[in-house]
């Protein structure tokens, strides 16, 4: 069997130390989270739980004919709700994150 020049033998090491990198990447990205989604998801928290809040305010203020009490309430619930569910999601976050 004839011997393999030793200029080749430098290339099949490199491209196995890139392939041996291209897997560590993906399976780090698998797990984590990319900073644009978290940012993503935080807003989509926060604006869908005052969104939620102001519509049922909204509905109770048709409904019993009040002024606008009941909007500014449970717009103010829902505030708080949404930022409730950020705090979850983050802890949800930081918890995968460190678990690498």
């Given at each position: 069997?004839?011997?393999?020049?030793?200029?080749?033998?430098?290339?099949?090491?490199?491209?196995?130390?890139i392939?041996?990198?291209?897997?560590?990447?993906?399976?780090?990205?698998?797990?984590?989270?990319s900073?644009?989604?978290?940012?993503?998801?935080?807003?989509?928290?926060?604006?869908?739980?005052?969104?939620v809040?102001?519509?049922?305010?909204y509905?109770?203020?048709e409904?019993?004919?009040?002024?606008?009490?009941?909007?500014?309430?449970?717009?103010?619930?829902?505030?708080?709700?949404?930022?409730?569910?950020?705090?979850?999601?983050?802890?949800?976050?930081?918890?995968?994150?460190?678990?690498?």
């Open positions: 069997m004839p011997e393999i020049p030793q200029d080749i033998q430098e290339i099949d090491k490199r491209i196995k130390a392939k041996a990198q291209k897997k560590e990447i993906k399976n780090n990205s698998k797990d984590g989270y900073q644009a989604a978290i940012v993503f998801q935080m807003a989509i928290e926060l604006v869908s739980g005052v969104f809040g102001a519509a049922i305010g509905i109770l203020d409904m019993f004919d009040f002024k606008f009490i009941c909007l500014l309430i449970f717009t103010i619930f829902g505030g708080i709700a949404g930022m409730v569910n950020v705090i979850r999601y983050l802890k949800k976050v930081d918890d995968r994150t460190e678990g690498k």
